[in-house]
């Protein structure tokens, strides 16, 4: 999303941060976005306004990609931020919150 978001703002993907928190009470996910520059620049109040043109380019980019399903690449879900995680990045779990 973070990708997408940079892409749809024209903005470096290193101005946006998030974490995914798990809330116990009712086994859902939060996705908490910040602005990841000093003092803010309204970067996530962008993301809110363009939020259904930034989804529908994850979702293309998702779809979209070469690479195999069961896994990941460069160019739609993997990132120097997340490397620790490239093993457990799959293309078809994002998929399927499309589906």
Known sequence: ????????????????GGV???VSATGTYDLIL????PGGAGFVRA?????PEIMDHVKDSIQHCTCDADTSCYTCLR???N????????????????V
């Open 47 to 51: 993301v809110s306004e363009r939020l």
């Open 79 to 81: 990132s120097y931020r």
């Open 1 to 16: 999303m973070i990708r997408s978001a940079s892409y749809v703002l024209q903005i470096s993907e290193d101005s946006l």
């Open 20 to 22: 995914i928190h798990y």
């Open 83 to 98: 490397q620790y995680l490239h093993d457990q990045l799959k293309r078809h779990y994002v998929m399927d919150l499309f």
């Open 34 to 37: 910040y602005d990841d520059v």
